[in-house]
Structure formats: C-alpha cells, structure tokens
C-alpha cells in the first residue's frame, strides 16, 4: 500500500483521507503468529485466562506474554479477549455497587452526557473507579488485584500506569454509538486533529490502553462491541472516522465478538470500534471501560488518588496480612509517576526520581504503617510537591 501522507509528511489533511487506502490496508494483512494463543475469533486473538496465568508465572514467561500482546495491539489485529479473566464473585459483588451508585445518581437528577452516543439513553458512572474505592473498598481491593488486568496493561505501557474507569449500561433498546477512535486525538474535532504533527497521531494511541470487563453475558443482540482489526494502522484514522464513506465502510465490514461474564477485552485506542445496539428486551448489558493511562501521559478523568488509596488501605493491610498479593490494586489506585513535583522540596535522593504516590503506599504497606500513619505520610508527601 502507498499512503496519501507518510508519517513524517507534516500534518494530516481530512481530505487525505480514502477508503480504497483503509481497504487495501486491511487486505494485506499477514496471518499473526501467535504462541499463547487459545483460538483466533474472527482475526481476534482469544487468551484463556488459565494458560494466561501458567504463562507468567515465570520472570521470562511473563516478558514472553507482555511482548505477544503487545504485537498484538501494535502490528497485529489491535485487539486481544481474555476469556475468564475476572470470577463470577467479585464481579458479581462489583456489579451490586456498580447498581447501587446508578441508582444514587439517577435519584440526584441532572444532566447526563455520553460519548459518541445519546446521553441519558443508557446509564453511565463517571470516575467509577474513584467511587468504587470510596463506597466499596473491599470490593474495589479484590476487583483490581486481578493479573491480567495488570498484565495487558504493563504490556502496552509500561510500570507506573493510571486506571480509571466508567461504567456504561447499555439498557434494553439503548442504541450503540457511532464508529470512533478513542482518546487522546480521537476526543478532538477534525479541525484540532488537523493541527496537529503527523508524528503525534502515530504517539497518541501508545500513551492509553482501552479495555472493558464484561459484568453480564453479552450474546450479539446484547450489543457487545463492534470492531474493525488492524485498523489501528491506518494513519490518517483520527481524521477519517468522522467521514461517512468510513463510517459506512466500518458499518458492513466490523466484527463483533459475544462475551462471558468476566471476559476482558483490551485494544489499542486507534481501532476503529463503536458499542453495539442491545436488541434485547430484558438485559441491561454492563460493562466496566477502563482507560489505562501511560505514566506519562494524562487521564481523561480527574482522580483524587489520595482519597481513594485512604479509602482502600484499612482493606489492603488486611488483605495483605492473610497472604493476598495487593500490589496491583495500589497500582490501580495510587500515583505510580513521581512527576511533575517541587525539586526544591523534594529531592530524588536514591535515584533519577523522588518516591511517586505508589512507592509511600506500598512502603507503608511493608511496614505495616496504620490508616492514621499513612496519612501523615500522605500529607508529608503532597506538601513536598507543593510549589507555595
């Protein structure tokens, strides 16, 4: 394939863009050799969460996983399904607090806003992962001490990653959304895109990972998402989803993978993707959408990362102290980048960079520091990174 505009070429112009460029693309893809792999699904690659967990149970196999994975959201389809991931329990206790807070919002009232669908059609919770922690710690702690979770996202970021999340139901009849790419360039009009590098297009989609964690059985008519593989590569993409030629293209070509309870699809923010419509007349098909932020980017969503990690620590001591491994849920909770703070206050004594948010929390952890104690260090810590 030639493209209009090669990835060094300037800008990006909307009116670059061609479906017979998307087309040939997607045309020529290569078969993607797979090694953990339990099934291809329509160009998706399906991981069973069993061979998955045997998998990185070594330091090498581990690295092994994170790198196929990665391939796969980069250079291959741009989109993985882990089957299993999550148990029904924790789900299941996730989905009544999930219920519980759109019943408490729904009772305040107000305006209801969606991204690329009708807002107020479907139920949506904003920053659920900040009150997930507040109101549900225990379940918040069990829900994101999960491997895989952690595991998809070290493979497409890196350590130090942020969570956050948003819960959207899609109710019976709720229409799906229109095809879209995801955040950073795919939240900007064409007219701000356009201003843009070339080069920026190519790095928004590696500073974010999308994932959703499916919390009821998603048959097709429920309206599990819609996906068109390896359209991730396509570089005029952030400009060209607008487009109806490409919205109808996406329209009689996509594929759309059904999903069981506690199935986790994660893929790249580029992919060309769109919620489905639930047809049903009985399901209120819930997903947990979880946007995993690079260290160093931003996330869509202002956190306070402090009150959640107060929220959660009497549950992670307690947790900790009967065997439980918590380190993924302070990954998901807590600041894992050290900057930007005040180098004046607060040096980086032992290394390039000062203690991040992460390393307080987990170094209160060790010492078995109490809820009271971990908020002075809390405190000591933001003060130091306080320029006034």
Not at 266 to 286: K, Q, W, Y
Not at 309 to 337: F, M, Q
Not at 367 to 376: E, K
């Amino acid at each position: 394939m030639t493209p209009t505009s090669t990835p060094f070429a300037g800008r990006l112009r909307q009116a670059d863009c061609r479906v017979e460029d998307l087309r040939e693309l997607l045309e020529t893809q290569p078969d993607t050799q797979l090694a953990f792999t339990d099934r291809i699904e329509q160009q998706v690659p399906v991981y069973d969460a069993a061979t998955l967990r045997a998998a990185i149970s070594t330091e090498e196999g581990c690295a092994a996983v994170e790198s196929e994975l990665a391939h796969v959201l980069a250079d291959g389809p741009g989109i993985f399904v882990m089957t299993g991931a999550l148990a029904d329990p924790v789900v299941d206790r996730v989905s009544a607090a999930f219920e519980e807070i759109i019943t408490a919002e729904r009772a305040k009232g107000g305006e209801v806003g969606d991204h690329f669908a009708a807002g107020g059609v479907n139920d949506r919770i904003w920053n659920a992962l900040e009150k997930l922690a507040v109101d549900h710690p225990e379940d918040f702690v069990d829900y994101y001490s999960d491997d895989l979770i952690a595991l998809a996202a070290r493979a497409w970021l890196g350590p130090g990653y942020q969570v956050t999340s948003q819960v959207n139901v899609v109710n019976p009849g709720g229409v799906g959304q229109t095809v879209h790419r995801d955040y950073h360039l795919g939240f900007a009009s064409p007219e701000v895109t356009e201003r843009y590098p070339a080069h920026v297009h190519a790095l928004s989609p590696v500073l974010t990972l999308q994932g959703a964690i499916a919390h009821c059985e998603m048959p097709i008519e429920t309206g599990p998402t819609l996906y068109l593989p390896h359209s991730q590569k396509y570089p005029h993409g952030y400009l060209a989803y607008w487009l109806d030629e490409f919205q109808e293209y996406f329209t009689r070509h996509h594929v759309q993978l059904p999903l069981a309870k506690g199935d986790a699809v994660f893929f790249n923010p580029a992919l060309f993707h769109a919620a489905g419509s639930n047809t049903t007349s009985d399901v209120r098909r819930m997903a947990n959408l979880l946007q995993i932020s690079s260290a160093f980017g931003r996330a869509m969503e202002a956190v306070d990362r402090e009150r959640v990690v107060t929220a959660i620590y009497p549950t992670l001591l307690s947790r900790k102290a009967a065997g439980h491994d918590v380190d993924h849920a302070v990954s998901a909770s807590a600041e894992g980048y050290a900057f930007p703070t005040n180098l004046d206050l607060d040096q980086p004594v032992d290394g390039m960079s000062p203690p991040s948010q992460a390393d307080i929390v987990r170094q209160a952890l060790a010492d078995g520091a109490s809820p009271a104690d971990l908020t002075t260090r809390l405190a000591g810590h933001a003060a130091a990174r306080r320029t006034s």
